[in-house]
């Protein structure tokens, strides 16, 4: 069988492994983002209770492998209930939140201070100030950061193989010791991870230049140094 | 008609007591003019009155409710109290517009098509209709801080508290701030604190002079520029003549 023929045979049955890892990441990506935000402002704007434990939770999840962690809630929770999809759900979302609070939390504290005290002085509220002058700006800021981790996602996904989920590098792992040909197998995994950062990434930098605030940022740099040569 | 009256304001920031006793009002349409080294307390003073600081010793009376009364809902009154900041404070993503209707629409609560209509009105006042929909980034030092009066006035404040509002700008943009200001003295109660003498002697009706956290000496322009009672005073102002010319009119 040509190589050709191989990669149309098995391309099907890839793909079905493709959208497995697909969820998985838009999944963990969605819920991580909710919590990485709360977990942000969290530490960021909390008194020292919130901001003991968002920062307990960060580092702690930080500061030991996903590979552990999928482990742990994978074995922690029992059930008869299939649990090996969701235990990878649920280990990525925890992990990717932790990462997302930084991300989020770093750009939210680059919004100059004097802002958020303009917002006081025209009467909003703390909360007020945050939601409307914090969020925007900074989450407009956080997405150059963000699109890194959807990229490390989408790629760390890869680790739910251990615990049997049927994601990309499974199902090609499945395939390739059936055919013996392992190079050719894991060729092909390889282009198609590369194929979708690379689609990712181009979405996520037209959205991003699509938000741009006007006169800030890139695009400006970019005219100022046109204009200098 | 007292609209602001400020008795006897006390802060610390540590062991460093930044305002010991400081007191003066302000009647409905007036301006007076704040003036002092740096580092005397000038700011923190503007900043104890809108509870931005919130003073440690003293009082904050604001048309005749008592805002450092710990019971008040501050968000309210600050609503009241105009403040203009050194270096403007913008909210960036938000247009000229925009910045000058977040108030009416987030805090007053006031319909979106109205909201933008008042901020219309307001950004008129201050000469920059044409620049309404523009960016904060997209605009001068001059420009930016006449939306940050704008955004202060569409609260429809009491009055109004200019911390340096023109020290952050090249000179050749001063003028056009000064200008906005000056139109405003007599219809609004201002504070303002500014090195800017021509103005403190054509608009202000009292200038007080301000050091180490105490009044120093407070007066009519004529007479605080012409036969001031302290020493210090006269020190001071050779020093500010020197450094910003004489109290030239710009």
Known sequence: ?229 | MTMLEVKNIHKAFGELQVLRGVSLDLDKGETKVLIGPSGTGKSTLLRCINQLTPPDKGEVWLDGVEITDKSVDINKYRQEIGFVFQHFNLFNHLTALKNVSIGLEKVKGIEKEEARERALEELKRVGLSDKANQYPAELSGGQKQRVGIARALAMDPKVMLFDEPTSALDPELIGEVLEVMKSLAGEISMLVVTHEMGFASSVANEIIFLENGVVVEKGSPKKFFENPDKDRTKQFLSKIATLYGDSGDR
Do not use: H
């Open chain 1, 1 to 229: 069988m040509s190589m050709w023929e191989f990669f149309v045979e098995i391309i099907p049955e890839l793909m079905r492994g493709f959208s497995v890892t697909l969820s998985l990441t838009a999944l963990a990506l969605v819920i991580g983002f909710i919590f990485g935000i709360m977990l942000a402002l969290g530490r960021a704007y909390g008194n020292w209770i919130v901001r003991g434990v968002c920062i307990g939770y960060i580092e702690a999840i930080r500061g030991t492998p996903m590979l552990v962690q999928v482990f742990i809630i994978y074995f922690a929770i029992p059930g008869p209930w299939p649990p090996a999809y969701w235990a990878a759900v649920l280990g990525f979302s925890i992990n990717s939140s932790a990462y997302q609070a930084e991300y989020f939390r770093g750009a939210f504290q680059s919004i100059e201070s004097g802002q958020m005290i303009a917002g006081r002085t025209i009467g909003m509220t703390r909360l007020q100030a945050i939601r409307n002058i914090v969020l925007p700006q900074g989450l407009r800021m956080a997405i150059p950061a963000w699109s890194n981790e959807v990229i490390y996602l989408l790629k760390y996904t890869s680790l739910a193989y251990i615990i049997l989920v049927p994601e990309l590098t499974r199902v090609g792992r499945l395939i390739a010791t059936e055919t013996a040909r392992y190079m050719e197998v894991f060729l092909i995994i390889a282009i198609i991870y590369l194929v979708a950062t690379i689609i990712m990434t181009d979405i996520i930098d037209r959205f991003e230049s699509k938000v741009r605030i006007p006169g800030l940022g890139a695009q400006e740099a970019e005219t100022s140094q046109r204009n200098v040569w």
